[in-house]
Antibody, heavy 123, light 110 residues
Framework: QITLKESGPTLVIPTQTLTLTCTFS??????????VGWIRQPPGKALEWLAL???????RYSPSLKSRLTITEDTSKNQVVLIMTNLDPVDTATYYC???????????????WGQGTLVTVSS | QSALTQPASVSGSPGQSITISCTGT?????????VSWYQQYPGKAPKLMIY???NRPSGVSNRFSGSKSGNTASLTISGLQAEDEADYYC??????????FGGGTKLTVL
């Protein structure tokens, strides 16, 4: 059974850096074809894809946020970390991490999701 | 990358069928068969319902089906049930080597 859980600060001051951790079980990022992505959802708004890391350390980023994002993995801890710089109140959202399979050879779907963590950006 | 266009809301009565559209461009929906659909209840994480246009993950009811024509993908729910009332989001791979989601559709079961 695949599970994922997000953790990190609930409140961030504008201009600060956000570090979120996704701790997962039921799979390994050493398994061929596996990936973990981050998606966010502002309150009452739509989903937005942020970044993804694959088993081979290939990384993909949203073009509009690429300059502010870094995704890394700690395979020994079964964790994926997302770093977002220069936070703004518009970055207030629930942040989800999710599991994906590289079955189609490209970015595709997320078949298991964490419960999400709400991050508020405010002074 | 602009979000895919979905109707803000759709509604139907129990037992009926409804269809939710998801319109993009030739750079996303129209160019690739990598469209997926997610169901989301209030305060909950999204759940994958359809992937690669028309494939259902194990455990998803066969009342849910997906299709695509040109730059528009569609999710059809047949035999509508009260438990289907939720928000639905489409997503697609894009030529920018990224993923784009739709704006979401609120389904109301009357």
């Amino acid at each position: 059974q695949i599970t994922l859980k997000e953790s990190g600060p609930t409140l961030v001051i504008p201009t600060q850096t956000l570090t979120l951790t996704c701790t997962f079980s039921g799979f390994s990022l050493r398994d061929s074809g596996v990936g973990v992505g981050w998606i966010r959802q502002p309150p009452g708004k739509a989903l937005e894809w942020l970044a993804l890391i694959y088993w081979d350390d290939d990384k993909r980023y949203s073009p509009s946020l690429k300059s502010r994002l870094t995704i890394t993995e700690d395979t020994s801890k079964n964790q994926v970390v997302l770093i977002m710089t220069n936070l703004d109140p518009v970055d207030t959202a629930t942040y989800y991490c999710a599991h994906t399979i590289f079955a189609s050879g490209t970015l595709d779907y997320f078949d298991s999701w964490g419960q999400g963590t709400l991050v508020t950006v405010s002074s | 990358q602009s979000a895919l266009t979905q109707p803000a809301s759709v509604s139907g009565s129990p037992g009926q069928s409804i269809t939710i559209s998801c319109t993009g461009t030739s750079s996303d929906v129209g160019g690739y068969n990598y469209v997926s659909w997610y169901q989301q209840y209030p305060g909950k994480a999204p759940k994958l319902m359809i992937y690669d246009v028309s494939n259902r993950p194990s455990g998803v009811s066969n009342r849910f089906s997906g299709s695509k024509s040109g730059n528009t993908a569609s999710l059809t729910i047949s035999g509508l049930q009260a438990e289907d009332e939720a928000d639905y989001y489409c997503s697609s791979y894009t030529s920018s080597i990224s993923l784009v989601f739709g704006g979401g559709t609120k389904l109301t079961v009357l």
